[in-house]
């Protein structure tokens, strides 16, 4: 019996004694980008777990990646999107030391910034418009139609996409659920582009737009991934919806 007494004192000794030495930062996290992947690394005073959590939205890092238990920590990330911002959070499975930005580069194309994405819309909803005066007269070549993202990046709910296209694909003749997932993003940039009714709820930042003459409605969520895609039947649902009528320069996704 004293021998076992003995032994837990022990042991609560050595574990008494290491939480009084807290996890520290030490330094700054070091970012190496890339085009579809980056490497992060940082430093701690003591050894502890090693977890980065990202994403692309600053209150919803839904991804995350682990290593050893050390205090000099690396993470590589695959699988990014060229030339995006993502948010992330270093530290350990108990401890958050950090959190920051970083954007993936862009190849070739970084050279010359893109154009904004509600410029690629009225562009491909006005083929014709004319430059300015003051430009030279551009090259000839088609216009690529606008593209939507990957499905991962577009609908909010990953699990539930399924279920909305067994239900409501055959409203917009959808071939797939990732074309489902496609027509819904579309619907938004043309919703913005266009200013057809929307409405935002503040109780939980959910965006609602419709369009009177097709009577396609869609929900998105406060980060602009889609949340359902359907043509309603009734003509008295879209005044039905909670919300408070916005304008597409109102909008600012996270």
Same mark, same amino acid.
């Given at each position: ?120 819309? +009225?562009?491909?909803?006005?083929? @014709? ?5 003051? $430009?030279?007269? *551009?090259?000839?070549? =088609?216009? &690529? ?50 200013? +057809?009714?929307?409405?935002?709820? @503040? ?5 609602? $737009?419709?369009? *009177?003459?097709?009577? =396609?409605? &869609? ?36």
């Amino acid at each position: 019996m004293k021998g076992f007494v003995s032994l837990f004192i022990s042991t609560l000794v050595v574990i008494i004694g290491t939480l009084a030495h807290a996890v520290e930062l030490i330094g700054q996290p070091q970012i190496l980008p890339a085009a579809t992947a980056a490497t992060i690394k940082w430093k701690t005073n003591v050894d502890c777990g090693t977890r980065l959590q990202y994403g692309l939205n600053a209150a919803q890092l839904d991804r995350k990646a682990e290593g050893a238990v050390s205090s000099t920590h690396q993470v590589a990330l695959e699988g990014l999107a060229p030339g995006t911002t993502y948010h992330y959070s270093v530290g350990s499975s108990r401890t958050k030391l950090a959190t920051g930005t970083f954007t993936t580069t862009g190849g070739a194309a970084a050279a010359t910034p893109a154009p904004s994405l509600m410029r690629r819309v +009225l562009d491909a909803i006005v083929p @014709d418009k004319k430059p300015a005066p003051s $430009a030279p007269p *551009p090259v000839a070549k =088609a216009t &690529a139609p606008l593209k939507a993202p990957p499905t991962r990046q577009t609908w909010g709910h990953i699990d539930s996409l399924q279920d909305h296209f067994d239900r409501h694909g055959r409203d917009f003749s959808s071939t797939s659920p990732d074309d489902y997932a496609a027509q819904a993003w579309l619907f938004l940039q043309r919703a913005r582009a266009e200013n +057809l009714p929307m409405k935002i709820d @503040d109780t939980d930042g959910t965006l609602r $737009a419709f369009d *009177p003459k097709t009577r =396609a409605f &869609a929900a998105y969520n406060s980060s602009g991934r889609t949340k359902t895609y359907f043509r309603p039947e009734s003509s008295s649902y879209w005044q039905r919806q909670p919300g408070r009528p916005v304008k597409s320069t109102d909008l600012r996704f996270k």
